[in-house]
């Protein structure tokens, strides 16, 4: 493991734009909110955008973040505070690409979470407790076990951001995945209602079973008692005052079988960006394309044939290409547009289509889009999010492994054929309107207000 990156906590400093919502919480009684995230942009973006709104009614954050992602904090205009090691170290330490890392984390993440995360969790501890002194409660996402740990230690409510449907892990709205795809998809009497919760009961034995004898290991050596929840899902207090889902009610409604406190407050709003003028220039020129991304650590995962593919499918059904790549290999033609990433929400509502991966923060700007989409999903909870884009009516699917232009093309074609377009841009605006990170700022200031 690499060295742990130590510096002293920075106060937040960042400048507030009040909107009168400052106003329901008495200043002298605000008090801090430790605010942490672990994984792609995905992850990170809806916290950014929580810190923002946090700002914006007058809380004060304390933003804890890996190295790489305290550079893009910068560039949100927040200041955070350095935990743990840099992504490329972490592949670096386990002798990997940075694709095979991500290639295998996205088929079992617990390998990783028992090699890499837990080992870790009393290095860092020290810095996130020192970020609790003073502090009125934490919240974190689903990997940040460390944050949740020093909650429990310093007697602070925790609050999960729950980025996922996927983990209410509900008998009556039950995901798809590995593991859950014998669930029955609408359980309509007391017996498939079982059998749901039999199958999603085992789902979670299989978690327990694989990640609890580590983190219980950790866990006893930091002088606390065994975790008995399901890691992952239950953080491993007592009791957390609230869930905060971080997606619409448009997208997956809470069932009424979610863990206590789960609601859902909206998806975050993306994030700020322009396109560039000779990108705009570009999309103006011809007919709108075809927009292809795989997120922010999946690009090299199917290596130069997904993009070859990806081509060959918008070349067959007469589109450009715009090829969102980070760092992969992509194919060149003067109807394609390779950029290593740019902003999702202006681009999107120039596609003819978008093809992407299934990513929470990908779907739901391709949902306020009101694009026709291909989800090819990688892993983790991108099959259960792809299902539910194809239950709405605005989305058709191709699993990862299947993924080629003769499969994809009449998969696509149809769907372009049939797309209710006037359905769609309401869904869109619909979403667009939302904002899930103020209402969660919101609740949490309500706790970090509270006697």
Known sequence: MANVVRTPFRKWSGVSHLSGLEGRIP???????????????????????????????????????????????????LLATPV?????????????????????????????????????????????????????????????????????????????????????????????????????????????????????????SVLRAGLSPSLNRVRARLDLPPHHGTPMVDPGMEAVPIRLGLWSESFAPVPDDAPPGLIAVGFPRAPLGDLSASVQAWLEAGPPPLVVTLGSIAQGIGGPAFWD??????????????LLHGQAEVPDGLDILSLPHTPHAPLFPQAAAILHHGGMGTAAEALRSGRPQLVVPIGGDQPDNAARLARMGVAVVLPRRQFNASRAMPKLRELLERFDYAHATDLGERIAHEDGALLAAMHLAQIASAD
């Open 309 to 322: 593919e990806a081509v060959r499918l918008s070349r067959a059904l007469g589109l450009r290409s715009v």
């Open 84 to 204: 743990g090691p840099t992504r490329a170290q972490v592949a670096a330490d386990l002798g990997v690409s940075f694709d095979r890392l991500a290639d295998d984390f996205f088929r079992n993440p617990m390998p990783f979470l028992r090699r890499v995360v837990f080992p870790a969790i009393p290095d860092t501890l020290p810095q996130i407790e020192e970020a609790c002194i003073g502090a009125a409660c934490v919240a974190g996402t689903v990997m940040t076990f460390t944050a949740a740990i020093a909650a429990e230690r310093a007697g602070l409510p925790f609050l999960p951001l729950t980025l996922q449907p996927t983990l209410a892990f509900s008998a009556l709205d039950p995901p798809r995945g590995p593991g859950m795809d014998l669930a029955v998809r609408t359980p309509r009497n007391p017996v498939t209602r079982g059998w749901n919760r039999a199958v999603m009961g085992t789902a979670r």
């Open 27 to 77: 200043p002298s009684r605000r008090g801090a909110v430790v605010l942490t995230t672990a994984g792609s942009l995905g992850d990170l973006y809806p916290v950014l955008s929580i810190a923002r709104s946090l700002d914006r009614i007058g809380v004060e954050v304390r933003l804890l973040l890996s190295p790489d992602d305290c550079v893009i904090a910068r560039s949100w205009g």
